[in-house]
């Protein structure tokens, strides 16, 4: 309390003294210090750069975390400059305070913001979608939240779009929903509230937009072309063949990390480049790549752009993990009903999560597009694939170190594409050490897709020296 009593008034200073003094009781009467940690407590922040200043009101007293134990924060250096007055994300924050918790993302730049919110189920989902955004945030695999957030994760979902997946521990009300305007140092921000739900109530809820709904249900209605048996390679031999090359993962979903922090969707694109770049200088393929760039591509839209192109092979690229950091070496699978093993299935269930880990909403999808199942793999098809995997894995044992037995198959949904001979290769476990330092190592990825150029050759040519079938 402060006490005025004492206090020594002298002419017109000391009048603005007391005033002064006078305005700092009533402050601290009606604002008492509890509330300086605010309202849902202090908050974890992921953001570019270490910032002091001053506390918002309006956002209900959230500041900056205290640099203790009790409160963890990250201060990392801005991984992408913005252009001067672009909008751009600087920070994330999470706060907790029981039964609600808040998460905040920190804008600069002096564009208006569009975004939207919506929630998935299975698992519990919060999204954020935000509109021609650019980001300062770390590039990393996910970041761990707090209370009612499980952990969330971000990245570019498609053109112009920036998303923000949020993994909850439950069901979730978004109770708030916000944004607030430039003001006492601050940048513009958006904010959540969430608290407790029940799963019926939150399932009434779940989906995207409406807004977003027509688009989704016309792309459902789109017709998918009807399967049929591959022409065989050589009944092709006047025009070149079509190779289509797919970087697993993408945008919000960074797929596995080594221990250095390198991302399984920046190594599978630096290596889809270099194979389609050989591929290419042969003169021999049309190459087409699924993603050239860090964006996110559903499972099924990888399946149906080697359809449109009319694909002669389907090349999948990905890279793998385990908890037992000594297992290392490429392996390369093609479809089946039945998995060849334990750890083929286990790998099939991982990547077919793709699509839920960036934030799909599978309501709206026709049952011809859920309906590519395994029944409807040609036998041909799979043939063709399982030729070619067996030409990858002839070739790659001279270039790179293979996990044995190398040829496994299990159901993923990325190679079902009824038409097109598919392959999904591994090409090494990030968990291990040697395997990473070898993923990310520029000669490495030479003499690697040089022999994946060789085995395309091969593949081609055995089957048009036999002849038509």
């Known amino acids: 309390m402060v006490n005025i009593r004492h206090l020594k008034v002298g002419g017109g200073m000391g009048r603005l003294a007391v005033g002064f003094v006078l305005a700092l009781a009533v402050v601290l009467t009606v604002f008492p210090v509890e509330a ?64 609600e918790t808040r998460f905040v993302v920190e804008l600069s730049g002096a564009q208006a913001v569009r975004y939207h919110v919506f929630t998935l189920a299975d698992p519990y989902r919060v999204v954020i979608d935000m509109q021609n955004m650019s980001s300062r945030l770390p590039d990393v695999a996910g970041v761990k939240g707090g209370g009612l957030i499980a952990d969330y994760r971000y990245g570019v979902f498609q053109q112009n779009t920036f998303r923000i997946v949020i993994d909850t521990t439950g069901p979730v009300t978004v109770t708030r929903n916000f944004t607030l305007e430039p003001q006492g140092g601050f940048g513009r921000r958006v904010v959540l509230d969430m608290a407790t739900s029940d799963p019926a ?35 092709k031999h006047d025009r070149r063949r079509v190779v289509v090359i797919d970087p697993g993962h993408g945008g919000v979903d960074p797929g596995t990390h080594g221990k250095s922090g390198v991302l399984e969707k920046d190594v599978v694109l630096n290596f889809g480049r270099e194979l389609a770049k050989r591929l290419r200088d042969s003169g021999r393929y049309d190459v087409y790549m699924t993603r050239d760039k860090d964006f996110f591509i559903p ?10 192109h009319k694909a002669d092979l389907f090349i999948s690229i990905h890279a793998d993990s385990i908890s037992k950091s000594d297992v290392r070496g490429m392996s390369v699978y093609t479809l089946s009903e039945t998995a060849s093993d334990k750890e083929a299935a286990a790998l099939a269930r991982k990547e077919n999560l793709s699509d839920a880990i960036a934030g799909i909403d599978f309501q709206g999808e026709s049952p011809e597009v859920t309906g590519i199942l395994i029944d409807l793999a040609q036998r041909e098809t799979k043939n063709y694939s399982a030729r070619f995997a067996k030409s990858v894995v002839d070739y790659a044992r001279h270039s790179t170190t293979l996990l044995e037995p190398t040829h496994r198959f299990a159901g993923f949904v990325v190679l079902k594409a009824p038409d097109v001979p598919s392959v999904l290769v591994e090409l090494g476990f990030l968990t291990n050490g040697a395997d990473e330092k070898r993923l990310t190592s520029s000669s490495w990825r030479t003499s690697v897709a040089t022999s994946f150029v060789r085995a395309v050759d091969r593949y081609f040519g055995d089957r048009l020296a036999e002849g038509p079938n």
């Not at 506390?55 to 990250?74: C, G, K, L, N, W």
């Not at 007055?85 to 907790?96: F, M």
């Not at 499972?299 to 449109?308: K, P």
């Open 36 to 99: 300086e940690q605010g309202i849902l407590g202090s908050l974890p922040v992921a953001r570019p750069t270490a910032t002091t200043r001053p506390q918002s009101i309006e956002e209900a007293a959230f500041p900056p975390p205290a640099a203790d134990a009790s409160t963890p924060s990250t201060d990392i250096v801005p991984a992408v400059s913005a252009q001067p007055g672009e909008a751009t994300i600087s920070g994330i924050r999470v706060g907790d305070r029981g039964a």
């Open 299 to 308: 499972l099924r839209e990888r399946v149906a752009i080697a359809r449109r």
């Open 201 to 235: 109530t939150f399932m009434a809820s779940i989906g995207l937009p409406d807004a977003d709904k027509a688009a989704v249900q016309a792309e459902a209605e789109k017709p998918v072309p009807a399967p049929v048996v591959p022409p065989s390679p050589e009944s």
